[in-house]
C-alpha cells in the first residue's frame, strides 16, 4: 500500500508490555507525528494497527518484532473494498451474557 509506514522500537521486544515507559511514549510520540503527516501530506486518514500473534508461525505475514503499522487511508480505497466492506458482517455487538462474563474479568 502506497504511504505505508512502520515505526519499530530499536530494543527487540515482541509486545507493547515489554517497552519501558520511556520507550513507550517515545514509540507513541512518533507513532502521533507520523499520523499527523500522513494526515497532512499523503491521505485525509489512516489507520494504525499494532499485531501481537504469537500462534502464527514468523514469516511474510509474522515479524516476531514489535512494530506499528501506519496505512494511509481514502474512501473506498482497496484495502476497503477487498476487506473492511465485510466488517459489519464480522464485528458483531455483544450479547449482554458475552457482555457480563467479559465484563467480569476485568473487576
Known amino acids: 500500500m502506497p504511504g505505508h509506514l512502520l515505526v519499530i522500537p530499536k530494543r527487540h521486544i515482541e509486545k507493547i ?8 511514549n517515545e514509540l507513541f510520540d512518533e507513532v502521533a ?13 489512516c489507520d494504525i494497527s499494532e499485531h ?3 500462534f502464527i508461525p514468523n ?17 473506498n480505497d482497496e484495502l476497503y473494498e477487498k476487506v473492511q466492506v465485510f466488517e459489519k ?3 458483531k455487538d455483544l450479547s449482554q451474557e458475552k457482555f457480563e462474563k ?4 476485568y473487576e
Open 17 to 24: 508490555s515489554e517497552l519501558t515507559k520511556t520507550e513507550r
Open 33 to 45: 507525528a507520523l499520523q499527523e503527516f500522513v494526515v497532512k501530506k499523503i491521505s485525509p486518514g
Open 52 to 54: 501481537y500473534r504469537p
Open 59 to 75: 514469516g511474510r505475514l509474522k515479524v516476531g518484532h514489535l512494530h506499528v503499522h501506519i496505512w494511509p487511508r481514502y474512501p
Open 89 to 91: 458482517n464480522i464485528f
Open 102 to 105: 467479559y465484563k467480569k474479568l
